[in-house]
Every structure is written in structure tokens, then in C-alpha cells.
């Protein structure tokens, strides 16, 4: 997926891929692909990211997916939570689950008791209406075909805009919002 990604930067580096809230100034590709780079650099002990999951906890759109690109980029299994999920059941899920890092605003986290994973690229929790959330893993090249085939089905183009209204790591988000924007800009 951080392939499909570098070449959505390459083809419009200076093209705006989010907007935020009034005040938050907008952020084209290129600046996005920056950050994510410079995520790269300041990780201590990114080799030990791989294959191992990191917990995403931002209520910030642009924060989330500069997070969310930066754990395809080293290869780590993205596990968004939604930011209303207090302190307490976000903790719980990294441990549940056996998380590495816990990725806030606060900055990143480096858990005890981590597991290594078989490969994948994202978690998704189910809604827990039935008893605790499971999670579900996805693989790269999974996340990719539902993107494009909801590209293909909805006609989304290019030059469309989006607009969220939910959270990016929401399971629409990222079906919907994410996974277009990464594999066409």
C-alpha cells in the first residue's frame, strides 16, 4: 500500500489531499509524505515496528493518516481506535491485543508485551454489539481491491473532494475516504 501511495505523491505532489477543521491549514501530498518521512527518521527502534501492531488514537484527521501511512511505510499493523474510546478501553485494547506502540497526540508509546504478527496492514475492530470487538486483520493487498472496487463502484475521480464527517480509522473512513485518496489522490 506505501507503493500505491509514493506514486499517488509522485503524479501530484502539490496537490491538496486534506483539509482539517477552520484553522488547520491545508495539506497537500507532497508535505503529507514529508511528515511521514520525518516520522521514519525520529522512531526509536522502528526495525522492531514490523509485523507488530501499533494502536492509532488521534482525533486529528491530518495527524491520523500521516500515522496511518508511516506504519504502511515500515511495514507495522495499524490498529485505528476511535477517539471518542476513552483513556481506559484504549489501553485495554493495546493490552488485549498485545499491541507495541500506542500512537496519541500526546506522542508515541512504546508497550511492553508486544507480539509479532503475521504479515498484515490494518486491524479492524468489529462494533462489539454482540460482546467484545474482535479484530479483524487485513492484508495490503485486500485493503487495495475494496479501494479500488469502491473507486470503480462509486465513480470517485481524481478531482473529487471528499468530505468526512466521521473518523478516518472508521471502518467508511477508510473504505470510503482513506483507501482512495492513497491509491488515486
Request: charge should be positive; charged fraction near 15%.
Amino acid at each position: 500500500m506505501y507503493t500505491r501511495w509514493q506514486q499517488t505523491v509522485l503524479d501530484s505532489p502539490n496537490k491538496l489531499a486534506i483539509r482539517g477543521f477552520p484553522g488547520n491549514t491545508p495539506t497537500t501530498f507532497g508535505e503529507i509524505q514529508r511528515k511521514v518521512e520525518a516520522n521514519i527518521a525520529t522512531i526509536k527502534g522502528i526495525h522492531q515496528w514490523r509485523n507488530r501492531i501499533v494502536a492509532i488514537h488521534l482525533q486529528d484527521a491530518r495527524t491520523w493518516l500521516e500515522a496511518f501511512i508511516t506504519c504502511q511505510a515500515v511495514g507495522a499493523i495499524a490498529l485505528p481506535i476511535d477517539p471518542d474510546v476513552p483513556e481506559g478501553g484504549v489501553r485495554t485494547t493495546c493490552a488485549t491485543l498485545r499491541a507495541a506502540v500506542l500512537w496519541q497526540q500526546q506522542g508515541i508509546c512504546l508497550l511492553a508485551g508486544a507480539t509479532v504478527r503475521r504479515p498484515a496492514c490494518l486491524i479492524k475492530l468489529t462494533s462489539g454489539s454482540t460482546g467484545a470487538p474482535r479484530p479483524l486483520f487485513f492484508e495490503a493487498e485486500q485493503m487495495i481491491a475494496d479501494g479500488q472496487n469502491i473507486i470503480k463502484t462509486m465513480g470517485i475521480r481524481r478531482e473529487d473532494t471528499n468530505l468526512a464527517a466521521i473518523p478516518l480509522g472508521h471502518s467508511y473512513g477508510l473504505g470510503n475516504l482513506v483507501m482512495p485518496l492513497i491509491l488515486q489522490g
